[in-house]
């Protein structure tokens, strides 16, 4: 009876080591951290230091292991209208959204607001 138990106990927790092993419970928080820090940098490249897209890519965002897209395109819209860059989609995670303030910045907007709540944030 002894053994039967070791036996079923060793077995649970193996199981939960494997479980342990194969979900990440943070993941979904590092992806949306990655599109906010890849946004501001985008934002930040783009619009306060006048870099084109390709000059960000090389330079902002070289060390970056998991950037979303190339130069040539992705998952990522940049709208020079309103100086914001979001960074996100179907297949990338939630869109994270960045946009210039002047005296500022770019700021990283909550994954809830959109380009249309730009006029709302802070401004010196």
Do not use: W
């Amino acid at each position: 009876m002894r053994k039967l138990l070791f036996l079923l106990s060793l077995t649970a927790i193996s199981a939960q080591a494997e479980q342990a092993s194969t979900y990440d419970c943070a993941a979904d928080n590092r992806t949306m951290i990655r599109n906010g820090v890849q946004a501001v940098m985008m934002c930040n490249g783009l619009f306060t230091s006048q870099r084109t897209l390709p000059q960000v890519f090389s330079q902002e965002l070289a060390y970056l292991p998991d950037r979303v897209g190339t130069p040539a395109g992705g998952e990522y819209v940049v709208d020079h209208e309103r100086q914001a860059v979001a960074v996100g989609g179907t297949t990338t995670g939630p869109t994270i959204r960045a946009a210039f303030r002047q005296g500022i910045g770019c700021v990283v907007m909550p994954p809830d607001q959109s380009f249309a709540d730009i006029d709302a944030l802070p401004v010196l």
